[in-house]
């Protein structure tokens, strides 16, 4: 080793220092750590690969040179070929096309009914954890009530009695899926709300509304982000149990439920028809579970030797 | 140097907490000290002690099962909203965990500038980023540092957040709770030169928290020692080591490792039988009869109160009542 | 005296998700039968990777790496198998820990553990003559009533109570190291004294190795004979305890040594610091560790890695102050 050491005059001499800036990276922004974490994740990446084709394909949808609602007799229950790629529906309607539509609508629904699962669900489950004591044993009691509650039955009497139509459903949708979140950000506030940073921001004087908004919430992202994605898989796949109950999206505009209804009739001979709307939801609802379940073992604090 | 006038008054202090089978625990009882303006007061204890407790309750961050504690003469418990804000504006703490202390989720810049916004500190944005800078320097770190995210920083620089976010705001009281007990030795001797800086520097008045006799007798001026939620005794860190009357203080002191081979082969050990007692069903009489090597008759029965045997040292023992 | 333990050229790799971490960088250093050995260092310095490569308990993503030899009464243990290494586990050597509240199962009861680390290796013996041998070791341990202590589970017993569990546990077949690793750290003083004083009248007794891993250079003037620093997986400085305490020659030992403020020295001044942070492992500098924070470095600190010199027959150092040119380039000897 003597060897290879070159001596040179200045080598004893003292070193001038740089003062460089030690930093040592040890993790992430959340959003950075989901992204590289569903990098490394092939099923994530079919996911969200086949998410994001379906999605702009059904944003594409109006440059289909066919109307999804106008009926054309002639044309009925044509099979697969060039000019309609998923052959024609009972009515003669192009199903390709009627399928983007009816994706709009499914997509939507799972959506808006996620958002506003979400915004419901965090405002009171933070709320509820951060006040704690009686306000919180009162408004969890409120939650489990409606986790114990038999939802899709409600629903399907709520449907009946309310004025049909997507807002309609979006509403009752929510309204049966707030409560899981609730519980999980309650718990999550409530743990937060004992460390020593949120103890350290009250220490400075800062009001209640501060600490929530810029320390509980940023915090709770992960868990949320999580649910999120689970709750809209499960968002479309109740639109579309609803609507294939017919209770959901109203005659002429369709959803993936409502297309599997109309392919109840033609099952035995045009098999097709069910199977069209049956794969998307089947690709949509696996693929945000996937991704639910993969963000859900990123965002698991990890052990760091 | 410290001054005669008292900042912060503890009188009768009794913090309990409920307990399993509707017990309490009474984590800390009946403490009384003062802390004057300018001193370090440290408090020693093993765990369990109720050292944090008492130190937690006297920022208000507790509410107070009796006694009371008064800031500048006034009772900060009863203190109204307007008063306790003004209040988070003179005292502040530094944790222990710098990792939990800190939001993983901020930018150093955001952590430091918080107390400043919150009490408008600053006239405009380019007020506050120099003052954030001034922080920043202010602990051994750099200006650049601001813009990066706090979990790029080791435990010793997270600490020097902590201390700076605490200093934003003025504060004339420091309470820091073994703001070095998760840090390695050689980052330890960093923050604590940094706070006897700091303190000289602003004239700050600190109550100091620690396990580590050694480092709380380097930096206090008066040592407070608890034992299961007793203050046993109190006087100058000076006096405490070389003339300790209580006979848990002679084996706290006792027991600390030199780390000096002869000195600790020459030091003479009192090893103290059994633990801690739970604080739950804390024993009759002084507490810490069960483990004391000069426990008499009376000890079991009566408990000893504090008093003053030479001026500024007061001891909780019925050795030194007669 | 005999080596009991000789390490050679230990290195130890972990694969991490920045590139792979050089946790213990070829390291040799050996133990004495009876001996007690402090293994110093601050946290991440790899010292404790370096006591579980001795009770072979590196596990993936860690590589205890080709070349490294560690020899155990005259036999090389690191190729050992999955299944020799349990032989050698317990009843060669035994490892106490920092938390002994995770180290014990909460579920059982304490005799049952300890019955069962005896089953691991003892001969048979009858379940009386088991549960005598078991409660005699309690009893050296320093726990009173031990016969009543059988039937407790862990989370009865307190903290210095479950740490002398840990112990007997781990010296119930009479091993002939023990390997302590930051067996004190949770305690507090006058319960560590305890453990301390009865560790050390155990080794007594059982004529047996100490392996103390610690970064409380207290405790090492307290119990150790042989003390060895380690910084940034390396060995920078080795020797008794006097050599290291009295005369130290390695600048990271100088600074370690007076950082930590002295219970029985007065005075409020600054403490001695060591300014910076620890190296980043997965990339380490490629001359001396230590240079960047060191306050005598000079240029050829940062270009080579200092060869270990001796100073005296058991006094070994790593730095280029040590090298005589170091004086003429002029810079003062420290």
């Excluded at chain 1, 009627?98 to 499914?106: I, K, M, P, Q």
């Excluded at chain 1, 629904?109 to 979400?118: D, K, N």
């Excluded at chain 2, 203080?249 to 039988?273: F, H, Y």
Aim: overall charge neutral; charged content about 20%; glycine content about 6%.
């Amino acid at each position: 080793m003597e060897n290879n050491i070159v001596i040179t005059n200045d080598s004893f001499a003292k070193l001038e220092k740089k003062k460089t800036v030690e930093v040592s990276v040890e993790r992430q922004s959340v959003w950075k750590d989901i992204w590289k974490e569903l990098r490394k994740n092939k099923v994530a990446m079919v996911s969200v690969v086949l998410l994001a084709i379906l999605i702009i394909a059904v944003l594409l949808a109006p440059l289909s040179p066919y109307d999804p609602y106008k009926l054309d007799a002639s044309q009925k229950l044509q099979g697969i070929s060039s000019s309609h790629w998923f052959g024609t529906d009972e009515y003669g309607r192009d199903y390709f096309t009627r399928t983007l539509y009816g994706g709009r609508v499914s997509l939507l629904v799972g959506f808006m009914s996620m958002i506003m699962t979400v915004v419901i669900g965090t405002s009171l489950g933070v709320f509820s954890g951060y006040v704690g004591g009686k306000v919180d044993m009162f408004l969890m009691s409120f939650t489990d009530i409606f986790l114990a509650l038999p939802s899709m039955l409600l629903m399907v009497i709520l449907n009946t009695f309310l004025k049909p139509g997507l807002p309609t459903l979006i509403v009752v949708l929510s309204l049966f899926s707030w409560a899981s979140v609730a519980r999980i950000t309650r718990a999550e506030t409530m743990s937060l709300k004992e460390r020593d940073f949120v103890v350290a921001t009250q220490n400075l004087g800062a009001s209640n509304f501060r600490v929530i908004v810029k320390h509980i919430i940023p915090n709770i992202l992960g868990p949320v982000i999580v649910a999120a994605s689970l709750s809209v898989a499960n968002a479309i796949l109740m639109e579309s149990s609803l609507s294939f109950l017919g209770l959901g999206v109203q005659i002429p505009r369709a959803s993936w439920g409502s297309m599997l209804q109309g392919a109840q009739a033609h099952i035995l001979d045009y098999p097709l028809l069910a199977v069209y709307p049956g794969v998307m939801i089947l690709i949509t609802v696996l693929s945000f579970n996937l991704l639910g379940d993969i963000l859900r073992n990123a965002l698991e604090p990890k052990i760091v030797e | 140097m410290p001054s005669q006038k008292k900042i912060l008054e503890v009188k009768n202090l009794k913090k309990y907490f409920p307990a399993a089978q509707k017990q309490q625990l009474k984590a800390v009882d009946n403490v009384s000290f003062d802390i004057y303006e300018g001193e370090t007061l440290g408090i020693v204890g093993e765990s369990g002690c109720g050292k944090t407790t008492c130190g937690k309750t006297c920022l208000g961050m507790y509410p107070v099962t009796d006694g009371e504690v008064l800031f500048h003469g006034k009772n900060i418990h009863t203190m109204s909203k307007k008063e306790r804000f003004a209040f988070t504006k003179r005292v502040q703490m530094i944790f222990q965990d710098p990792y939990a202390s800190l939001d993983p989720h901020q930018k150093v810049y955001d952590i430091i500038a918080e107390g400043i916004q919150i009490h408008g500190m600053a006239k405009n944005k380019t007020e506050e980023k120099k003052m954030v800078a001034e922080l920043l320097e202010m602990v051994g770190l750099n200006a650049e540092h601001a813009a990066r995210n706090v979990h790029e920083f080791s435990g010793g620089q997270r600490q020097r957040i902590g201390i700076a976010r605490a200093l934003s705001v003025n504060p004339e009281f420091l309470f820091c709770d073994e703001p070095i007990s998760a840090l390695d030795v050689s980052i330890q001797a960093q923050i604590i030169n940094l706070l006897m800086k700091l303190q000289k520097e602003k004239n700050l008045t600190m109550l100091f928290i620690a396990h580590d006799l050694s480092i709380v007798k380097h930096i206090s001026d008066r040592i407070g020692v608890m034992y299961l939620g007793k203050m046993v005794e109190l006087t100058e860190s000076s006096k405490l080591y070389v003339d300790p009357k209580h006979p848990y203080t002679r084996a706290l002191l006792s027991a600390v490792p030199i780390a000096d081979p002869e000195a600790s082969a020459q030091k003479e050990r009192i090893m103290l039988k059994g633990d801690v007692p739970s604080p739950v069903n804390p024993p009759v009489g002084c507490r810490f009869a069960g483990r004391c090597e000069n426990c008499m008759e009376i000890c079991r029965k009566e408990e000893p109160q504090m008093i003053e045997i030479v001026p500024g040292h007061y001891v909780a023992c019925h050795l030194y009542n007669d | 005296m005999n080596n009991l333990l000789e390490m050679k050229h230990v290195a130890v790799n972990f694969a991490a998700y920045g590139g792979t971490v050089q946790a213990v960088r070829d390291i040799s250093f050996s133990i004495e039968e009876g001996q007690t050995v402090a293994l110093v260092g601050e946290s991440g310095c790899g010292k404790s990777i370096t006591a579980k490569t001795i009770m072979g308990l590196v596990k993936k993503p860690g590589k205890v790496m080709e070349g490294s030899q560690i020899i155990f009464e005259g036999t090389d243990i690191a190729r050992y198998s999955s299944k020799e290494w349990r032989k050698f586990r317990g009843k060669e050597c035994s490892m106490i820990f920092q938390d002994a509240l995770v180290s014990l199962n909460p579920t059982m009861k304490i005799g049952k553990q300890i019955m069962e680390s005896l089953d691991n290796h003892a001969v048979t013996t009858s379940k009386e003559e088991k549960k005598k041998k078991v409660i005699d070791m309690l009893k050296l341990t320093g726990i009173a009533d031990a016969e009543k202590c059988l039937e407790k589970y862990p989370h009865e017993l307190s903290g210095g109570m479950r740490q002398r569990i840990m112990i007997a546990i781990a010296l119930i077949s009479h091993p002939k190291l023990l390997i302590a690793d930051e067996p004190t750290t949770s305690l507090d003083v006058t319960i560590q004294a305890q453990i301390l004083a009865e560790m050390k009248a155990l080794q007594k007794k059982l004529n047996m190795a100490i392996l103390l891993i610690t970064h409380d250079l207290g405790i090492v003037a307290d119990v150790a004979d042989k003390i060895v620093v380690m910084y940034a997986g390396k060995i920078v400085e080795e020797g008794t305890v006097r050599e290291i305490f009295y005369h130290p020659v390695h600048p990271y030992t100088k600074a370690l040594l007076n950082s930590v403020p002295r219970l029985d020295r007065d005075g409020k001044e600054m403490l001695c610091t060591i300014e910076g942070n620890i190296p980043d492992m997965t990339n380490p500098p490629k001359g001396c560790a230590f240079c960047e924070r060191c306050p005598h470095a000079m240029n050829i600190c940062a270009q080579y890695m200092p060869e270990e010199k001796t100073v005296s027959s058991s006094h070994r150092a790593s730095c280029w102050m040590m090298d005589e040119r170091a004086a003429k380039g002029g810079v003062a000897h420290a």
